[in-house]
């Protein structure tokens, strides 16, 4: 199986790379728009700050490419905000696959700590990510920014309020935690998109 890492300014690379090792797939890491056209599947990873990364992709024409693609994508934590319409972090428009906004978390009380950061369960887990068993299961968070429940949200996560944990769009998938910290479970969630 062939599977591209999308190359750019993001900080995950090569964790996701080493997670996909584990379960066997050699990824290429690449930037190269023939080589993501080509392959069976695409991860989009992110650790960064939305406005610079979007200047980034179009800079290097990646937004046209990733909107493009017609095999299985799957964005992570930052990349899946991108595939979002636009985020409130530096005010940035972005990819527009799934139509709805990335908004910034706003403490209610002293306890809440933003970034939200650490192990929480996923709820309403549904589509080709997930299988039932994976209902309630921890996976790991890193973020300040968060996508709303929407139509297209595919599991569910509670930090100071109900948020996506997941999306899902025709061949575009999303996770909010990254599946490549979160142990077992997040193994069988990139397991599951390697079969999709």
């Known amino acids: 199986m062939d599977v591209a890492i999308i190359k750019y300014n ?10 996909l090792k584990r379960l066997g797939v050699e990824a290429t890491i690449t930037a ?6 080509k392959a069976d599947k695409v991860i989009f ?10 200047e980034h992709l179009k800079e290097h024409n990646l937004d046209t490419i990733i909107k493009g693609l017609k095999q299985p994508v799957l964005g992570i934590c930052l990349g899946m905000q991108l595939m979002c319409r636009h985020s409130e972090e530096g005010d940035a428009n972005c990819l527009g ?3 709805t906004e990335v908004k910034r978390f706003i403490p209610q009380q002293h306890m809440d700590k933003v970034p939200h950061m650490g192990w929480n369960t996923i709820t309403n887990v549904k589509g080709g990510l997930f299988n039932k068993q994976l209902e309630n299961k921890f996976v ?10 929407n139509e ?7 930090y100071i309020l109900p948020f996506s944990a997941s999306l899902h769009k025709d061949n575009f998938y999303a996770t909010q ?8 479970v997040g193994e069988v ?6 079969k999709l």
Do not use: Q, R, W
Not at 177 to 184: A, D, L, V, Y
């Open 10 to 19: 993001a900080g995950n690379i090569y964790s996701v790379s080493y997670a």
């Open 32 to 37: 190269d728009p023939e080589l993501l056209c």
């Open 45 to 54: 990873p992110g650790v960064g700050e939305a406005h610079t990364t979007m």
């Open 97 to 99: 696959i799934f139509d």
């Open 140 to 149: 790991y968070f890193v973020h300040s920014y968060y996508v709303p429940v």
């Open 152 to 158: 297209y949200t595919a599991a569910t996560t509670e």
């Open 177 to 184: 935690f990254h599946p490549e910290k979160s142990g077992s």
């Open 189 to 194: 969630i990139l397991s599951n998109f390697l």
